[in-house]
């Protein structure tokens, strides 16, 4: 275990549907990530929080939208998705943003299987 | 733009043997690159770190090298254990203020009996 969990492991859900994905870490860390990982792609990083502030927002579509309560949960809101967002969602957490020289490491969950019908 | 290549995209190795699997930057200026390890329906554990200054790193049957002119990496995997089939995703990290890495596509590695 890495100390990063996410819920629920698989989802099927309907393009008209409102779901929520979780993830929490228990390593007191400061920065937490969500990511997207499709098949024979490589991982699309989608959204950083630092102390529960967004940092980053890559270009991701309003259909997404996360939610950070305090620096140990992170919540990824999906609504009205496409059959395109079928992926594996990926959460991860570092004690810091890497920046600069930091060789800081990201922990990762072991993400959530989404499948948009 | 900064790029990160893998290959090859697939290996399939008899328990036992050895293998290498190669990683080619663009990312520009460099600041780190890591080896990840991601078996089937798990998130990716780190492997090995190096910086600039750093050309082989090693954890336990894995040893990573880098050549920083040349912008290359390579992972080599000693003695193949049936629990090393998974996929290895080489991630390059720019200096200068960013924090977005840049993941390859990974090498897809079965180790068969």
């Known amino acids: 275990e890495t100390g990063v969990t996410q819920t629920p492991r698989h989802l099927v859900m309907g393009m008209t549907n409102k779901k929520s994905l979780k993830c929490e870490q228990h390593l007191g860390h400061n920065a937490m990530y969500w990511y997207k990982q499709s098949a024979k792609k490589p991982l699309e990083l989608m959204f950083v929080y630092s102390l529960e502030e967004r940092v980053e927002n890559n270009s991701v579509p309003s259909r997404f939208s996360p939610e950070c309560p305090n620096s140990s949960h992170l919540f990824l809101h999906l609504h009205t998705l496409q059959p395109e967002d079928s992926a594996l969602y990926l959460c991860?957490?570092?004690?810091?943003?890497?920046?600069?020289?930091?060789?800081?490491?990201?922990?990762f969950g072991p993400g959530t299987r989404l499948t948009v019908l | 733009k900064n790029q990160v290549e893998q290959s090859p995209q697939s290996l399939i190795i008899l328990e036992g043997k050895n293998c290498t699997l190669q990683?080619?930057?663009?990312?520009?200026?460099?600041?780190?690159l890591r080896w990840y390890k991601q078996d089937t329906g798990r998130g990716p554990v780190s492997l090995t770190i190096m910086t600039f200054s750093e050309n082989t790193k090693s954890n336990g049957r894995y040893t990573a090298t880098l050549d920083a002119d040349t912008k290359q990496s390579s992972l080599h995997i000693t003695a193949s254990q049936l629990s090393d089939s998974a996929s290895y995703i080489c991630v390059v990290s720019a200096g200068g203020g960013s924090y977005i890495p840049t993941f390859g596509r990974g090498t897809s590695l079965i180790v068969h009996p």
């Open positions: 991860a957490s570092s004690q810091q943003i890497p920046t600069g020289a930091s060789t800081d490491t990201q922990y």
């Open positions: 990683c080619n930057y663009t990312v520009s200026p460099f600041s780190n």
